[in-house]
């Protein structure tokens, strides 16, 4: 009898169909991998092919165009690295002052960035620590644009430091500025920085913000420091709102859409879905489902196998989960001691998790039972930002390097 595994990572990405992964959990922002060649068997090791000292944070290494780029702190400057992929060579450099102190509470954590950046035309966007959002030049890395907002809002990030990504939309960038007990999800147009709206209802979360269609109507939704709101993409304007707070208000998950559902968690609040719907003139959210079997603190979610979501929960000193998104029944637990976050992505065979341990798994996108298909030690330090998958290798991002490990046999 032969046995045939299913694995994920000989050869990895497929050069003619891997995408560019410019974004907070790639193109569609759904952390879903596109271009995966499933070999026969997982190799021994991931060989180390080079490394390169980028800063630090938990910022996630992106690509377009066959480039990679990092953000990261170096000394009391965030800098946007442009990378070659396949040697780690710098191609360039922009960097400017942000001095900043982080409190106590998030120390461990380092002073940032943790926002992702956002690559969309000829540009890069990003969000740093202390809230200041920029534009550069793809190419070359000159300043396109930049916003601080002191002279807006009293406290310029949440108080634990920015950690939400910015979001293209169209020729919008959007992201939700100022913080803590006072801010805006604010639409910036991408080509100059102008401020083309702002709902002002809230200070931010930690939460980067999607989009999505719902009840006839294309929305940004997020979590802020005490809600999971929609709002109107063409003007901002509040269409519906659920009160939602966690403790020491850390609202960090990215929202899932599954069809009409849209799913959200947070520390201590199990998992809810809600569906959006139009009644008597107005958007309404009906919650569909509910769960306290399981709860991400600051884990977001990701479909995978045959319609089935898979997470990890801050429950048990960390577990992944699996779960029916349509009804919440969760189908299985694993072990618990699995650490304190895992960056999760998915593809059409396994789902990939890299935990704060610096641990790379494979998971088997199945409802039967939690199976690990391989599993690989990539750090020397904690892994808090999610990998980046490219023909035939994988970026990891530890405390201050970027390693790039081959996933040829």
Known sequence: ??????????????????????????????????????????????GEEWKVEVGEGHASPISAGGKVFIFARQGEEEAVLCLDPAGGRQIWRLAYAAPYEPDPAARSHGKGPKSTPAIAGKRIYTFGISGILSAFNLE????????????????????????????????????????????????????????????????????????????????????????????????????????????????????????????????????????????????????????????SYMSSPVLGGENLLFGFSHKKKGQFFCLDPGTGKVHWTSEGGQGDNAALLSTEGAVIALTTGAQLEFIAPRAERYQKLAGYKVAPSQTWAHPLFLPGRVLIKDRTSLISLSLKD
Do not use: C
């Not at 809002?153 to 430091?161: K, M, V």
């Not at 500025?177 to 999800?185: I, K, P, T, Y």
């Not at 609202?251 to 959200?264: A, E, G, K």
């Open 1 to 46: 009898m032969r046995i045939v595994i299913i694995v994920l990572a000989l050869s990895a990405l497929r050069a003619e169909g891997a995408e560019d992964w410019p974004q907070w959990r790639g193109p569609h922002r759904d952390g879903r991998l596109a271009g995966i060649k499933l070999p026969a068997k997982f190799p021994a090791k991931l």
């Open 140 to 295: 070359d890395g000159a300043p396109v644009w930049r916003k601080e907002f002191a002279k807006d809002f009293p406290r310029t990030s949440p108080l634990y430091g920015t950690a939400a990504s910015p979001l293209i939309e169209g020729d919008l960038v959007i992201a939700h500025v100022g913080g803590h007990d006072g801010g805006a999800l604010t639409a910036f147009e991408a080509a100059t920085g102008k401020e083309r709206w702002s709902f002002k209802g809230d200070g931010p979360g930690y939460t980067s913000p999607v989009t999505a269609d719902l009840a006839g109507v294309r929305q940004v939704v997020t979590q802020t420091q005490s809600r999971v709101v929609g709002v109107s993409l063409s003007d901002g304007k509040l269409l519906w709102e659920i009160p939602f707070k966690t403790p020491y208000d850390q609202n960090i998950v990215t929202p899932v859409f599954y069809r009409d559902l849209l799913i959200y968690t947070g520390l201590e609040q199990g998992l809810s879905a809600v569906r959006i719907e139009k009644a008597e003139g107005k958007i309404v959210p009906r919650e569909v489902w509910r769960t306290a079997e399981v709860s």
